[in-house]
């Protein structure tokens, strides 16, 4: 494969990462307008938004039993334009029945689309032969702020769902759609079908995956609770204002951009436990300020710690998973993706839960320590030489027709 393939599939996939990130965005940052729209009531709404998750976990297991038969990429250039319509349903309906099924349709998409980014991310850094993960997560991160800043727009200029949504959609479909005839993989299991030889002739034992799988689920509770919780820790807790109080998500998804935009020179220069560590550290730190904040402008600091830290912890063990299992790296990333959901859907109860029944500052140490635990898997990080190929990797990559 010419080195001009494999930059176009890089290129490709990062946009894949970046339209993700603006769809996802998209939908998160408007919940409480799908909710006035169809009349969600309070009670109703963690049912809904727990659906998306549960699916997106269930669609990712499938994803492993797909790549068996179908590349990564074949699976992320169906699921994406389904997610991007699944999207602008949301935004089109007007019954009870009608969000449901959109809702439905766009957490099944994402957990395929998830788990075949990643893998194919991980396959393409083994051809690469150095770190280039963290480069797809940054896209991620830009698209989430880029989308973020549309669902702002929308909200302030009072624009219904449909015409907040339709834009973004008009001109990110074509976009992924064009770009997927660019997609690329690298296989350790010689041209053709590669991804069959990796389900069928290797295992994942769970024994093995299990550190990374409690990885993800802590980095994501974390995430979770600075997603859901910030807004209201500062206001409440910290007696900041409402306008200030948007603040600390927005410097979070800053700051998870610039760690991620230079994440992987990082990698390269002191290797992925090194930067997981020093992650983990950092985000514990973060919490822990956090929790001690005496005002607002302690709290800020806090959360920006915090996407510092956390920003390198999910694409390392994503990275860390294909060199774990190099002949099976489909089927680890797609059970590892699972966990993602795990940690999305424990977090924000967890510490909405221990804030009611104990208090939100202490609430915050909880994630703090499930960061900190990150260390003691850290070895689980280590780079592998004889496994992690070079340029003779180069010359099995099979690109997606």
Known sequence: ????????????????????????????????????????????????????????????????????????????????????????????????????VALGVFGLAVGALDASMNMMGVSLQRVYGRSIMLGFHAAYSLGGIAGASMAWAGAHWDLSLLVSYLPAVVVLLPAALVGSRWYTEGRTGGPGRGAEVSARGA?????????????????????????????????????????????????????TLVGRAVGDLGVRQFGAVAVVRGGSVLAAVGFAVVAVAPGAWWGMLGFTLLGLGLCVIVPQTFAAAGRMFPGASDVAVARLNVFNYVGFLVGSPLVGALGDAWSYRGAMLVPMVLVLATLVYARSFGEEPARYGGGHERARAADVG
């Open 1 to 100: 494969m010419t080195d001009a393939r494999l930059r176009y599939g890089r290129a490709s996939l990062a946009l894949s990462f970046l339209v993700q990130g603006v769809t996802f965005a998209l939908l998160v940052t408007r919940i409480p307008a799908i909710q006035d729209r169809y009349g969600i009531s309070d009670g109703l709404l963690p049912v809904f938004l727990a659906a998306v998750p549960v699916l997106a976990g269930v669609a990712s297991v499938a994803t492993e039993k797909a790549v068996a038969r179908l590349r990564p990429g074949v699976v992320l250039r169906w699921a994406q334009p389904v997610v991007l319509l699944a999207l602008l349903g949301v935004g089109a309906g007007s019954e009870l029945w009608q969000v449901a």
């Open 203 to 255: 295992s994942v034992p769970w024994r093995l995956l299990l550190p990374l799988c409690l990885v993800m689920a802590f980095a994501y509770i974390g995430d979770s609770t600075v997603s859901n919780w910030s807004a209201k820790y500062l206001q409440d807790v910290l007696g900041s204002s409402e306008q200030l109080a948007t603040v600390p998500y927005n410097v979070y998804m800053v700051t």
